[in-house]
Nanobody, 115 residues
Framework: QVHLVESGGGLVQAGGSLRLSCAAS????????MSWYRQAPGNQRELAAT???????TYADSVKGRFAISRDNAKNTVYLQMNSLKPDDTAVYYC?????????WGQGTQVTVSS
């Protein structure tokens, strides 16, 4: 069983920055692919960023150049640095852990960007 706890969400003005954190417990963290998804009201959950166990990163076009995903295997934590935030980035952000056939989700953290 893997337990994921997100933190760092909040209210920020457009153009501002936030850093989300996701701490994993009970897991072989360094072997897992970690991702951040987001879900805006009325929309489907969408993938924002992924970092593999080897450190390779991929991003959705909508966040490329503004968001950066990173991981600290010593702390079992993955981060999402979000810069130049836009009102369209408003959503609940979820941490995702994936290793072989196992997948776990965090409870989500709200990010609200005001115009």
């Amino acid at each position: 069983q893997v337990h994921l706890v997100e933190s760092g969400g909040g209210l920020v003005q457009a153009g501002g920055s936030l850093r989300l954190s996701c701490a994993a417990s009970g897991s072989i963290f360094r072997s897992a692919a970690m991702s951040w998804y987001r879900q805006a009201p009325g929309n489907q959950r969408e993938l924002a960023a992924t970092i593999t166990n080897g450190g390779r990163t991929t991003y959705a076009d909508s966040v490329k150049g503004r968001f950066a995903i990173s991981r600290d295997n010593a702390k079992n934590t993955v981060y999402l640095q979000m810069n130049s935030l836009k009102p369209d980035d408003t959503a609940v952000y979820y941490c995702n852990y994936r290793l072989y056939n196992s997948e776990y989700w965090g409870q989500g953290t709200q990010v609200t960007v005001s115009s």
